[in-house]
């Protein structure tokens, strides 16, 4: 039901005092307008698909109610009436001074349409906060807020303010961590007022056209290419009258954000808002899709996290190395759960079964001698025994028969069943519903009228008119012996598409095939210091310490973020045995995304490592010290590859000094024993070591703690190194 207007709420003025009157908006789009997530969202709306086993619009609800936010308008279209039948069984109805309510349209196919039809239900009454439901946040919105309204009594051409965030972006596929293309912003740093806002494509080549009247008109501009786009907008009123005077406006940025920013008539403006410490994220394609649930795993949303209980998702209990269990689990003794792995209520794993770094839903049943590995698999999902998945997207109600195997970035949609033996390759798409012959969102909405929009209260069940026929037809061969489904074909030129937006990670071919082209670019270019950076990063301009103080501390967040993508790596390499040319390869993307030093990669692999041998079971102080031998042992080839030169190594001594002070303690008394391992396996030198103990020599007592301990050893290699001279 179209929500009622409320008779009180009448349009308010400026004043900051009349608009505190109000309740606290947002517009909370449900439907992305988009085919990204075909073919699941032919039969699910897109922000019911469940994201560590909640839907995702149970964490944009979550946020926005812990926010401040009092009142939410859900725009619903594409099968409306399982997203409003969802929101009408949930907790999110019975919150106290929190309002969900519903507009629902069946002919509106972009996020302008829908902010025409809300402005003519005339249920918004000040400012606004603009979002989709495939957002994951835990910033608090009462600064962004209040610099947007502080800013609208100055200037009531300020309409709207953008949130974003600094992303290190790859300098090999020039995608950020999201899998998102590279964004070009200009910003004023002392305004922060948006002037240019460009996404890349492939003419750019590093090269962004500025309009002059652009450079002439702003006495100081930033340029970024380091930043990324959040997709929560602080918006005035206006925005929505905007929308209602320009029917063309129908993408939020390609259409809206560039229109404002290139209309020189009206003079609305845009300012940008920039957090550090907080976390924001939308789920645009597949890669973000598994980033952000990592994310989620490893706490970096929290509290919106899985052992944390929100809008009535399941108790989890989080055990070491970033394991959650739910109740009622029934698994072999011989069954192996790993790292950053989530299995939900009810789900059953059979004898000798390995699962790591994967979400696991409810009420499935997996068998014996099944490896799962980063993947994602929903409730009610059979995978019998001898299966092999690896980095795929399951959906509710699958059946994979013994024997089969999914190659990475495979997505099989509702209940289709994989054969015996059957091996599905690398990046298909597998739908009951044949593939639709046009690409177009629209379709979704005839898919959506087309069924009876029905969901239980757990969304257990998909569509209830599937075409039985349809199902019948599928040949054999498609998905071997009992197979039901139809594999969609990747679109000309779509290859490279599957691969950069999957939840695979990149193959190594297509990282040397971008390397090349990378290299290409820039002897075609012949960059120079004015121009794009090695890394690929825009060189932006200085203007005083807030500048710089802003740097250091992304730097600092960088900094945490690639150990913790570091350490999830070595421990997926520990517990699926990956060979260590391939963990180097992994590792290379990793520090070319954050643009990290050898030497930073070199302190981050070896916090992983010992981080790995405080976790294996030790009753004794000797027994942790033969953990740490025999990780280093096993992994001494990984270390050595970035430990080649004396800085380098000096960085893994002094990371070692950094562990025992503060995040691993239990290896102080064992520092210059480990040490000592370190120089016998030829990974440290004693040139590293004599210097390390050198620029000690002047520092306090309290950092020469380690020094004293290690001192026989120092010691003895001051007289070798004599006796040779």
Not at 112 to 129: H, K, P, S, T
Not at 686 to 704: N, T, V, Y
Request: charged share 25%; aromatic share 8%.
């Amino acid at each position: 039901m179209p929500p009622q207007r409320k008779g009180a709420a009448a349009r308010v003025s400026e004043d900051t005092e009349d608009l505190t009157r109000h309740p606290l908006q947002a517009i909370l789009l449900a439907d992305s307008f988009a085919t990204k997530f075909r073919p699941i969202t032919l039969e699910r709306p897109k922000v019911l698909l469940p994201l560590v086993n909640v839907p995702m619009i149970d964490y944009t609800l979550a946020w926005l109610e812990s926010a401040g936010v009092e009142e939410v308008f859900v725009f619903c279209c594409a099968h409306s009436k399982q997203v409003i039948e969802y929101l009408e069984k949930s907790e999110w109805i019975l919150q106290p001074n929190f309002s969900v309510v519903t507009i629902e349209s069946h002919n509106s196919v972009s996020a302008g349409d829908a902010l025409r039809l809300i402005y003519e239900r005339n249920v918004i009454n000040g400012d606004f906060v603009l979002i989709s439901g495939d957002t994951v946040s835990n910033m608090s919105l009462t600064q962004v807020i209040q610099e947007h309204k502080e800013r609208r009594k100055k200037d009531s051409n300020a309409v709207m303010t953008m949130v974003i965030k600094q992303s290190k972006l790859s300098p090999i596929t020039h995608q950020s961590r999201l899998g998102t293309d590279e964004l070009f912003l200009a910003i004023d740093p002392q305004t922060k007022q948006l002037l240019f806002y460009e996404e890349k494509t492939d003419n750019l080549r590093g090269i962004i056209p500025l309009d002059n009247a652009l450079l002439g008109d702003n006495p100081s501009i930033c340029l970024h290419n380091d930043k990324q786009d959040c997709y929560i907008d602080i918006c005035s009123q206006e925005v929505l009258s905007l929308f209602t005077d320009n029917f063309d406006y129908q993408h939020l940025r390609r259409h809206f954000v560039k229109g404002l920013l290139v209309d020189d008539i009206m003079g609305y403006k845009i300012f940008t808002h920039e957090i550090h410490s907080s976390y924001a994220a939308r789920i645009d394609n597949y890669r973000s899709y598994d980033t952000i649930s990592k994310d989620i795993i490893q706490r970096w949303t929290y509290p919106f996290v899985p052992d944390v209980m929100f809008s009535g998702n399941s108790a989890t209990h989080l055990e070491r190395e970033g394991m959650y269990r739910a109740s009622e689990i029934e698994q072999s003794r011989s069954a192996r759960i790993g790292p950053f792995t989530v299995i939900g209520k009810g789900t059953r794993i059979g004898n000798n079964s390995n699962i790591s770094n994967s979400v696991i839903g409810k009420g499935c049943s997996i068998g014996s001698n099944v490896s799962i590995t980063g993947s994602y698999i929903w409730d009610s999902v059979t995978i019998e025994d001898g299966c092999d998945i690896r980095h795929a997207i399951i959906c509710d109600g699958v059946v994979i028969k013994s024997g089969a195997a999914l190659e990475p970035g495979v997505v099989l949609s509702f209940k289709v069943v994989i054969g015996q033996q059957f091996i599905v390759p690398s990046y298909s798409k597998v739908s009951l519903y044949q593939q639709p012959t046009v690409e177009d969102s629209d379709e979704e909405l005839e898919y959506a009228d087309n069924s009876s929009g029905t969901v239980d209260s757990s969304i257990t069940c998909t569509m209830d008119t599937l075409n039985r026929e349809m199902m019948s037809e599928t040949p054999a061969s498609q998905l071997g012996p009992g197979g039901v489904g139809h594999v969609w074909s990747i679109c000309e030129g779509g290859h490279e598409e599957e691969w950069r937006h999957s939840v695979a990670p990149i193959p190594a071919d297509k990282l040397a095939e971008a390397t090349q082209s990378l290299e290409d670019d820039l002897e075609f270019l012949n960059l120079d210091g004015n121009a794009l950076s090695t890394s690929g990063e825009l060189k932006p301009g200085r203007n005083g310490t807030d500048s710089e103080d802003d740097d250091a501390e992304d730097s600092r967040d960088d900094s945490i973020y690639y150990e913790k993508e570091v350490e999830a790596t070595f421990l997926r390499a520990v517990n699926e045995n990956i060979k260590v040319p391939d963990v180097i390869l992994e590792m290379n993307s990793l520090r070319l995304s954050y643009n990290m030093t050898s030497a930073d990669c070199a302190g981050a692999i070896f916090y992983a490592m010992m981080k790995q041998a405080l976790e294996i079971p030790h009753a004794t102080a000797g027994e942790l010290r033969k953990n740490a031998a025999s990780i280093i042992d096993a992994w001494n080839n990984l270390l050595k590859f970035y430990s080649k030169e004396i800085d380098d190594q000096i960085e893994v001594i002094m990371k070692f000094e950094e562990m025992c002070l503060e995040s691993v303690k239990e290896f102080s008394p064992h520092f210059s024993q480990i040490l000592h391992i370190l120089y016998d396996k030829d990974i440290l030198e004693e040139d590293a070591i004599l210097r390390w103990a050198d620029e000690k020599k002047d520092a306090e007592e309290s950092d020469k703690v380690f020094v004293k301990q290690s001192e026989k050893l120092i010691q003895w290699l001051r007289e070798a190194s004599e006796e040779e001279d």
